[in-house]
């Protein structure tokens, strides 16, 4: 595993700081304070015996001084007590966010107007299964991606990166994109014309309509001057045998434990169409809720 991979990983290095504090911490309970103990007890001994002398001899003895050398002697180095500080915090932060729920920020508009730029998101963690964290494999089933969710993955061209994109399609799904309309399993999907939206990006105006995925309905977009499908940007990914593409057709057949993802504003995005289909081992999880958005306040609430 390279340096670009471990730095984008925040869930890489969440884990190793708790596995650090937590060992530093699991040490000062069972042997280092045992030690300051010891050291303390051997020190106020000494420190009692001299004094008993003294006193013997009449001199009054002054026993401040004992209680700031046993507080001395027992404190807890800076680097320990910085790490007993900072381990239940993060191991917290690490369970919150690699078993249930991880923010994210939306940095691109290709899921306009669902999710604009800017847009903070929380990710739940378990809706499609807990995964154990830094390795994300599954080992418990609680649920599969539906068509119409929104859902955040790793990027199957670079897995530092998250990437969030509509599910369009499941495992044995067909889907045929044609003249910027989708069919999936033969059954054409309905669209209703919608008032044309201004995307604050470039302050134009693009067609709007409502895409009726079974029981999921949404916005997206399209723009006039661009074509269905732009073949010079196809990769040749895995499983590119079972797509077919023409200038203004494509039909993939969604193999199994993959999912075809797209973006709301389909003439802008970089999805499946162009790179593949996503693995089910690179899940992160389901979008669905924005949580704020500084620059928009009403941009608050749930996802669909």
């Excluded at 013997?56 to 001395?72: L, M, P, W």
């Excluded at 800017?118 to 609680?142: M, Q, S």
């Excluded at 969604?254 to 797209?262: I, K, L, R, S, W």
């Amino acid at each position: 595993m390279n340096l670009q991979v471990i730095l984008g990983n925040f869930a890489l290095i969440l884990f190793v700081l708790m596995v650090i504090t937590g060992v530093i911490w699991f040490l000062d309970i069972f042997y280092f304070a045992k030690q300051r103990r010891i050291a303390a007890d051997t020190a106020l001994a000494a420190f009692d015996g001299r004094n008993a002398k003294l006193a013997a001899d009449g001199i009054k003895i002054d026993n401040t001084s004992r209680h700031a050398i046993e507080a001395a002697l027992l404190r807890q180095p800076t680097w320990i007590e910085y790490s007993g500080s900072f381990f239940p915090v993060i191991a917290l932060v690490f369970f919150l966010r690699s078993f249930l729920y991880e923010p994210f920020k939306i940095p691109s508009s290709s899921m306009v107007p669902t999710l604009v730029i800017g847009d903070l998101i929380l990710v739940n963690k378990f809706t499609y299964g807990v995964r154990l964290p830094v390795l994300n494999k599954k080992i418990i089933e609680v649920g599969d991606p539906q068509r119409g969710d929104v859902m955040v993955f790793k990027y199957p061209k670079d897995m530092t990166q998250d990437y969030i994109k509509r599910v369009i399609g499941v495992p044995g799904d067909k889907i045929t994109y044609e003249n910027k309309r989708l069919t999936v399993n033969d059954k054409a999907v309905e669209y209703t014309q919608m008032d044309d939206y201004l995307e604050d990006e470039g302050l134009e105006y693009h067609q709007q309509f409502m895409e009726s995925l079974p029981n999921v309905p949404h916005r997206i977009l399209n723009i006039k001057s661009k074509r269905t499908i732009d073949l010079g940007a196809v990769d040749n990914f895995p499983n590119r045998d079972a797509c077919v593409y023409s200038y203004e057709k494509f039909t993939c057949i969604v193999p199994a434990g993959n999912y075809f993802m797209m973006g709301d504003n389909r003439d802008n995005s970089a999805d499946s169409r162009y790179w593949g289909f996503v693995p089910n081992k690179n899940i992160v999880g389901k979008a669905f809720f924005v949580w704020m958005n500084l620059g928009n306040w009403k941009r608050i609430g749930g996802i669909h």
